[in-house]
């Protein structure tokens, strides 16, 4: 049993460049997101989405796009890379009750030069 | 709308000492809460949640009492260890599936 898995584990990027930050889950969770974490801010949520087909805007969701085609999977792209995308990037899911809580990705670290 | 505080760190403490993280937070309705670990280089890991008033969540020596009258979750263990040393995060759950996060508070334990 994977979890959620998130590759790749370290990118750097240059300003302008795009990519695509990978997510997949196997515990069938309706629930996926996308958080940020940055010093002194904690986690910020950039998209999110309730199910295949179904996405939504979390707190910072400027410069990046995200679809949901599978259950399975809830990729994050960058489109036009830039410093202040330099972060670490976690993917979180869930059943779609409160109660459960997350399981969370080990991370993806962003530089952007 | 709904929001949780978390004591500011870095907290520092010494191996076998008392450790609490205050949390409060404010929700309508009736929240679950939880706290969640990240070691160093790791994503979140769940510690210990409780879904109702007066529940007490608890999972490798940490507890935390859900009090609905004081609106708070205080983590706490009787005696920690160097691999207690992370960065522990307070949420609640109210209403909806998504969870609203407190900064964190990084944590030192130094043998």
């Known amino acids: 049993n994977a979890g959620v898995t998130q590759t790749p584990k370290f990118q750097v990027l240059k300003t302008g460049q795009s990519m695509t930050l990978q997510c997949a889950q196997d515990?069938?969770?309706?629930?996926m997101s996308w958080y940020r974490q940055d010093p002194g801010m904690g986690l910020r949520l950039i998209h999110y989405?309730?199910?295949?087909?179904?996405?939504d805007q979390g707190e910072v969701p400027n410069g990046y796009n995200v679809s949901r085609s599978t259950t399975e999977d809830f990729p994050l792209r960058l489109l036009s890379a830039a410093p202040s995308q330099t972060s670490v990037y976690f993917c979180?899911?869930?059943?779609?009750?409160?109660?459960?809580?997350?399981?969370f990705g080990s991370g993806t670290r962003l530089t952007v030069v | 709308g709904n929001s949780v505080t978390q004591m500011e760190g870095p907290v520092t403490l010494s191996e076998e000492a008392f450790l609490t993280i205050n949390c409060t937070y404010t929700?309508?309705?009736?929240?679950?809460l939880f706290w969640y670990v990240q070691y160093p280089g790791e994503g979140l890991q769940l510690l210990l949640k409780?879904?109702?008033?007066?529940d007490k969540g608890s999972n490798k020596g940490f507890e935390a009492t859900y009090r609905k009258e004081t609106t708070s979750f205080h983590l706490e263990k009787g005696s920690v260890q160097v691999s207690d040393s992370a960065v522990y995060f307070c949420?609640?759950?109210?209403?909806?599936?998504?969870?609203?996060f407190g900064k964190g508070t990084k944590l030192s334990v130094i043998p």
């Open positions: 979180a899911s869930s059943p779609l009750t409160v109660n459960y809580g997350y399981t």
């Open positions: 515990m069938n969770h309706e629930y």
């Open positions: 989405s309730v199910g295949a087909g179904i996405t």
């Open positions: 929700a309508t309705g009736y929240p679950s």
């Open positions: 409780a879904t109702k008033a007066d």
């Open positions: 949420a609640l759950g109210a209403g909806s599936y998504q969870l609203t």
